[in-house]
């Protein structure tokens, strides 16, 4: 039989196209971001960018791996926990209680520097998402979103119970710190800029992620598993990989947000938070670059600026939800994308 | 700890269980039919409780009305939804129905949260059903036999009615081949709101089993949800006994789990479930 004929340059044009799409796009948000603590209120660009950070790292798993995960929380709050803690009080073990017995360890150690404290939670979200993404791929569709939030639901009531969390109060006035020793970074611009350093390092990671041999595996998995496997990949390996790094992104994302803001707290880790990531998502574009970026940026705004309206709130984000199912799946960059796919110049 | 006081945890495990039961119960005949899972199963729930107490308070209706006309209005609601939204996502994704299923509970929740905050509303057991039992070893609330003893019979009657009847016998049919079935006649567009109802109203009826129990709140059927959809992962939504049995068996576990080991009660049944996936990934009752 004949093979279908692909006209070649067609393809590379597309592919051509789509790379200065990104690099511009990439460009532009930058210098928006660079420019944007002079003209709106710092702090809100700062939490829209972990959060934009976040969803990015969340889309990573959906829109390129087609894995709906509902406990993403679980990522964002146990780094913050991890960063908070490690930046304020070190690490003191001195006994460990398990099932009511004491353990002597006599650990102690100084509290963390900023960086140290976001790299080390970092690497223990990365060991959660090993363990959460083991259980979690052993089901597809439906139940792994089911398994990944009923797993982040058993974070929650850890944090809620664990001695090391505060609790309801969570954990206050973790100080910033110096950076590398010898940047301040109670100095608020200084801190939004490495915040924007950190979020343009997470963006082009996941780029890169999704541009490399094994984000095009993902995409394969995605639109067709059984044919994957028959081609000789081991899927689950590829979805368990998709998942840690997503779910260490997410710690990065969290990680920074405790640091630039000073708390970790419960919010960050119940399911209403697994809820707006997939939001943001949704409403930005999945599948998408740069989409949950905007989304991130929409919602964040929506409770920044709307937040004595209180269960408004909820309801918009409810009402977001019906309404971008129904008639808006692309999100706006998945609309603007293909308006621009479909006016550019031949 | 005296042997009171484990019965008295078993009891509440029971009641527990049954509202795992008929919630999961309910998820499973939905996706069975529909292939999405009703994120806003909680939140139905919580209507069917809001509407007994609306019953009563407004209307004078009660409880034992509210058991009728609760999970009616509900499943109603529920009806509706399937009509206008629900049935443009069947040809897509499967996980569109969760999300927008997940935006109503978002709704739904907001909107009685802004208009009753999140205190809860307190609703009475009815007269008849007040008091006790003394069973020599334990107390036993009128209340909450008639609870444990109600579900049973709905559950057990839900599952004769799916596996025993001629209507059961074309709903299976449906699940299976739903292109098939239409053309033996069957309306099978009807059959799906039906059974969404059917669904919705369940949920709706756990609410009104629930209101005298706990607080009439907003938030009464988010954290339940979750611990459901745990419930279902462990016992595949496969079978509908299948659900029964792990609903009111996980149920009883949490109840001893609350007596034995008091800090591991809230997480225990996401602990199984981590465990199942290890050894029997479809869940208990699942098939591959």
Known sequence: ?346 | MSTQALFGQLLIGLINGSFYALLSLGLAVIFGLLNIINFAHGAQYMLGAFAAYFLLSKAGLSYWWALIVAPLVVGTTGMVIERLMLKRLYKLDHLYGLLLTFGLALIFEGVFRNEFGSAGLPYSAPESLSGGLNLGFMFLPRYRAWVIGSSLVICLGTWYMIERTRLGASLRAATENPTLVQAFGVNVPRMITLTYGAGVALAALAGVFAAPIYQVSPQMGSSLIIVVFAVVVIGGMGSIMGSIVTGFGLGLIEGLTKYFYPEASNTVIFVIMAIVLMVRPQGLFGQR
């Open chain 1, 1 to 346: 039989m004949k093979e279908p004929e692909i006209p070649q340059d067609l393809t590379t044009r597309d592919e051509a196209w789509e790379s200065r799409y990104h690099r511009n796009s990439f460009l532009l948000m930058m210098v928006v971001l660079a420019i944007a603590p002079w003209l709106i209120y710092p702090q809100f660009v700062m939490l829209a960018l972990c959060f934009g950070l976040f969803a990015c790292a969340f889309n990573l798993l959906i829109g390129f791996g087609g894995l709906l995960s509902f406990g993403h929380a679980m990522f964002l709050g146990m780094a913050s926990y991890f960063a908070a803690y490690l930046a304020k009080s070190g690490l003191n073990l001195e006994t460990v209680t398990i099932f009511s017995r004491p353990f002597t360890l006599g650990l102690h150690m100084a509290p963390l520097s900023p960086a140290l404290a976001i790299v080390a939670a970092v690497a223990g979200t990365t060991i959660l998402g090993y363990v959460a993404g083991l259980l979690a791929i052993k089901r597809q569709g439906i139940y792994f979103a089911m398994i990944t939030l009923a797993l982040a639901q058993m974070v929650f009531f850890f944090c809620l119970q664990a001695p090391f969390t505060g609790g309801e109060d969570g954990i206050q006035a973790v100080p910033r710190g110096k950076l590398f020793g010898v940047w301040d970074l109670s100095n608020d611009m200084l801190m939004y800029y490495v915040v924007m350093a950190v979020f343009a390092a997470g963006v082009l990671l996941i780029y890169r992620i999704i541009h490399s041999p094994f984000g095009q595996v993902l995409k394969a998995i995605r639109e067709n598993e059984p044919r994957a496997i028959s081609i000789g990949y081991r899927t689950e390996r590829y979805k368990l990989a998709a998942f840690v790094l997503s779910a260490a992104l997410s710690g990065l994302a969290g990680a920074t947000k405790a640091i630039a803001f000073q708390n970790a707290s419960l919010t960050d880790v119940q399911w209403q938070m697994s809820g707006e990531v997939v939001l943001m998502t949704l409403l930005g574009g999945m599948g998408t670059v740069f989409g949950p970026v905007v989304g991130a940026f929409v919602i964040i705004a929506m409770q920044f600026y709307l937040s004595d309206l209180g269960s408004w709130v909820t309801i918009t984000q409810g009402i977001i939800f019906v309404v971008c199912v129904l008639a808006f799946r692309r999100g706006i960059v998945g609309e603007i994308e293909a308006w621009l796919r479909a006016h550019r110049r031949p």
